[in-house]
């Protein structure tokens, strides 16, 4: 299953966010992370994601059965990608 997490979450816990979604997830911009996982992995993720929800953080979760399902297009400067840790 191929997933786009977009996040806003306060400045103090934004580190923490950052470590968590690169251990899934390859970081494709400031606030974007996207990539393959399964579906336990992604109960896993939202389980941990949801520690971090208050109404100061939102996450919003896009989770499609193959990246080939959509069209992504990035116009300007393309940020270098950071692989998962496994």
């Known amino acids: 299953m191929f997933v786009v997490v977009v ?3 306060q400045s103090k816990t ?3 966010i950052l470590k ?3 251990q899934y997830l390859f970081h494709v911009q400031n606030s974007v992370f996207e990539g393959s996982i399964s579906e336990g992995i992604l109960e896993t993720l939202k389980e941990q994601l949801s520690y971090y929800s208050c109404d100061q953080n939102q996450f ?3 989770d499609m059965l ?13 940020m270098e990608s950071t692989p ?3």
């Open 60 to 62: 919003v979760l896009y």
């Open 66 to 78: 193959s990246e080939k399902a959509f069209h992504k297009v990035v116009l300007g400067a393309k």
């Open 84 to 86: 998962f840790l496994s």
């Open 7 to 9: 996040y806003d979450v």
């Open 14 to 16: 934004n580190p923490k």
């Open 20 to 22: 968590l979604l690169r």
